[in-house]
């Protein structure tokens, strides 16, 4: 494609970042606030506990100040369940409805759209004692969970999303610390993609019950998506990857957005005798859910090439490793591409193939809600952070954003992980996202002064021309 044929950003184009309330809130039990998931599991070794993180639950004012001074146009954060019914149903709780009040109105204040998550990998620690999400109630407290959510802010908050990274709960679920699976299952495969139609259902009827309750507020799923590429033209790796991108990928958007199970992935599951049982119900609520817009998470693509029936093969340490299965697929490293630091493949021109496969299947308007490079950052003594390779990372990407959108890719916005440093899934806070430097340590909490890194102010200079000054 020739530069002058580019299309210009939109020019209601959301640029913005994102967080998750677990990762940069802490005050985890302050103000009537339950223990979730996140509060009672055991922390990776050597990491930092999440009872401060960033401390943003008292500094969100200073931090959206500074978002602002970003010019973001939206703020993609979530809220913590528990903060709303410390039960996870039952009593509400006063003081955490009055939080999140105070948080909307602060960046509606400074002219930020709110894009609220539902639900980030925080399920309350009483309702896993409940059985969690294998529990077929687990949609009725979703929906009741949706219900409040909507009464309190649905006047205020436009843009929603639905369950964050729902495939990586369902497909690394116990390394984020969310899938429940009880003691004595025999079938695990069964039991966790019966987990997983509950969260289908219970994600549609908040779906609905948007609509019913703000017809004009618009809601979507957020799905980490990862486009998957044959190791070669094999044709064996050719069916490979499509077994992948149906299993990893494709399910969740198909159902979110047709209400139907994706066929390749229905067939995994009956080998498996793990087709999930459907309530009375569940099959109109499905098919009654329309998601206004598509949420996305993207990190990397995957690559993976045949695995024989009897291979033993590495499950995959976290949400981007290769991942493999035996008679399906395996993971390949693609020597096409760089990683991180912390191993994860570095591939923009995916990011665009990813929107190219994704708007051809659904054709709704999409956002990227994660996008960004975990890294080592270095505080100087004068207070700097020097995060070129930030930079770098975040300009390629934003290249080949443009460039989807010359695709005639409907793309409403744009938030990179994150906003501000905070704990990792699992890697602690030493693995630094943030435009924000936040002085604290997986060993011991520091001043928790905010620094703008250089990345800061390069991408003020983005949001500032619209996309269109990418330079250092």
């Known amino acids: 494609m020739l530069d002058q044929n580019l299309k210009k950003f939109p020019e209601n184009f959301l640029w913005g970042a994102s967080t998750s309330a677990y990762q940069v809130e802490g005050a985890n039990l302050a103000d009537g606030k339950g223990p ?15 009872d401060v993180c960033a401390d943003h639950y008292h500094r969100y004012e200073e931090d959206i100040a500074l978002m602002a001074e970003m010019g973001f146009k939206v703020y993609r954060f979530s809220i913590a369940w528990t903060r709303i019914l410390p039960q996870g149903t039952g009593e509400v709780n006063q003081a955490g409805i009055d939080h999140y009040h105070k948080v909307i109105d602060c960046c509606l204040k400074h002219h930020i759209e709110p894009l609220v998550t539902m639900f980030h990998f925080d399920m309350p620690a009483a309702l896993d ?53 009880p003691e004595g299952c025999e079938n695990i495969v069964k039991e966790t993609y019966q987990q997983n139609h509950h969260m289908l259902v219970a994600q549609a009827k908040a779906m609905a019950l948007l609509h019913k309750m703000f017809p004009e507020d618009k809601i979507g799923p957020a799905p980490n998506i990862s486009l998957v590429y044959p190791a070669s033209c094999k044709p064996e790796d050719i069916l490979a990857a499509q077994e992948f991108n149906a299993i990893r990928n494709w399910l969740y958007l198909d159902m979110a957005v047709y209400g139907r199970y994706n066929n390749l992935v229905w067939r995994y599951l009956e ?32 690559t993976v090439q ?7 093969l590495n499950p995959g340490a976290d949400q981007q490793t290769a991942r493999g299965e035996a008679g399906y697929y395996k993971g390949f490293n693609n020597p096409y591409l760089t990683k991180s630091e912390f191993g994860w493949e570095i591939d ?15 054709h709704l308007p999409m956002i990227v809600t994660e996008n960004g490079l975990g890294a080592y950052d270095t505080l100087t003594e004068d207070g700097k ?37 905070l704990v990792s899934t699992h890697e602690g806070i030493r693995k630094r996202y943030g435009f924000i430097y936040v002085d604290t340590t997986d060993e011991e909490v520091g001043t928790l002064n905010r620094y703008r890194k250089d990345s800061f102010y390069w991408y003020k200079k983005v949001i500032a021309s619209n996309g269109e000054d990418l330079a250092d």
């Open 36 to 50: 979730s998931c996140q509060d009672v599991k055991e922390l990776p070794a050597g990491t930092a506990s999440l």
């Open 129 to 181: 004692e409940r059985g969690s999400w294998s529990n077929p109630e687990s949609v009725e407290w979703f929906e009741n969970y949706a219900r409040v959510l909507f009464e309190n802010y649905g006047s205020k908050v436009k843009y929603w999303l639905t369950i964050n990274e729902q495939n990586m709960l369902t497909l690394v679920g116990p390394l984020i610390g969310t899938l429940h699976i």
């Open 271 to 302: 080998e498996h005798d793990a087709t999930p049982t459907f309530r009375e119900g569940d099959e109109e609520a499905l098919k009654a859910a329309h998601p206004d817009f598509i949420g996305f998470n993207y990190y990397s693509t995957s």
């Open 306 to 312: 045949h695995a024989d029936v009897n291979e033993v």
């Open 348 to 362: 923009p021109l995916g990011f665009r193939a990813n929107m190219r496969e994704m708007y051809s299947r659904y």
């Open 385 to 421: 952070v020097h995060d070129n390779y930030r930079i770098a990372y975040l300009r390629a990407h934003i290249e080949q954003l443009k460039l989807a959108i010359s695709d005639g890719i409907e793309m409403m916005g744009y938030c990179p992980w994150s906003a501000i440093d």
